[in-house]
């Protein structure tokens, strides 16, 4: 199901005024996630085409992996997101930010969507200069 599904859905479930009160308290967050996802979207296809041109601008900047991971998975509001760092420490790393951001939303957005029932854990880890961020759900480790 797409955002826009989601949104459509959700407001006409608020306007019939015929959700419990629990749903009513949690349909306005449902239809802000899925307008960022469209947002988001409409970045990507953006983004796709000025690289296409040859213009992408990036703005490097050190950046708390871990941090920004836990951001996302807020964002997401999704309690199936576990993260574990697998080093002591931050671990952080000289990149674009609004990218970073864009990368790590996807790659957990993907993982729940498509990950089927269960949770999905991120690991964080740094040798010397080289990072991973693996992002793995339950369906995967069956």
Do not use: C
């Amino acid at each position: 199901m797409g955002p826009l599904t989601v949104v459509k859905g959700w407001a006409a479930m608020l306007a019939s005024g015929r959700l419990a009160p629990a749903q009513q308290t949690q349909a306005p967050l449902i239809i802000q996630n899925a307008a960022q996802q469209m947002e988001r979207t409409g970045r990507d296809i953006l983004d796709s085409a000025t690289v296409a041109l040859g213009r992408l601008r990036l703005t490097l900047e050190e950046i708390d992996l871990g941090a920004l991971v836990e951001e996302v998975r807020q964002s997401l509001a999704d309690d199936r997101i576990g993260v574990q760092a697998v080093t002591q420490g931050r671990i952080r790393v000289v990149a674009d930010r609004g990218r970073m951001v864009q990368v790590v939303y996807n790659l957990l957005a993907n993982a729940l969507r498509h990950g089927g029932p269960g949770d999905v854990d991120v690991a964080l880890a740094q040798a010397g200069t080289e990072m991973s961020l693996e992002v793995t759900s339950a369906a995967a480790r069956k």
